[in-house]
């Protein structure tokens, strides 16, 4: 990228400077050529200040851009895209999300989610409450700012509790949404289904 930022300044210089250089010959062809040929010259004044100008606002507009939104970390970027790095892996690329306070960061479905803390949630209703202890999964991008997902809405729970149902609810991914429908420890084994035996893969760890 750096390579490619060098070439283009180069070449811009090089156009800049070979206007110049040609409204420059032109003006001395005026000034000491044929009259009859004033008309040609004069035209490529023109069209040489014309590309000039052009060069400029190219150029402004390329630096405009790389300064507020850089492909590295700037103190003066409108967002600071440096945690999100992409490496070529046996063929396959594959992304490293690292979170600002190093909290740990899963994958589902493609979507990124942090690890924002551990709770005693109550999954259950108003009268049939169930709690489990479990950590509250929200999504990556929300967890990045001034208020690092303090804000944000919880997407997941992880159920992390090694008592509840034996120990085989440890690691249990469920979404938010399941707040207010388990009543007992039957409601949860079928909200587990056969992930209770098969112990399947619901997400991948990224950190």
Known sequence: MDTIYYITNF???L?????CAM???AIFKIMTGDE?????????????????ILIVC???VKDTVLQYFPYVESSDAIGDFSDIQISLTDGALTDTYEDVEGRSVIRVDGNYYVNTGEKLINIGGFWDSYKIWCSVYKLYDECQ????GAMADDIYYMSWEADKLDGQSQGFLMSA??????KD????KDLMGNWLTEKYQQYEWIS
């Not at 009859?36 to 000039?52: F, M, P, S, V």
């Open 185 to 188: 420890d039957n409601d949860f």
């Open 58 to 60: 190219i150029s402004t």
């Open 23 to 25: 409204i420059g010959v």
């Open 15 to 19: 156009a800049g400077i070979t206007c």
């Open 11 to 13: 070449l811009g210089v």
């Open 36 to 52: 009859t040929e004033h008309q040609k010259y004069q035209t490529r004044i023109r069209n040489g200040l014309i590309a000039l």
């Open 145 to 148: 700012g001034i208020t690092r």
């Open 177 to 182: 949404d399941v707040k207010g429908t388990i």
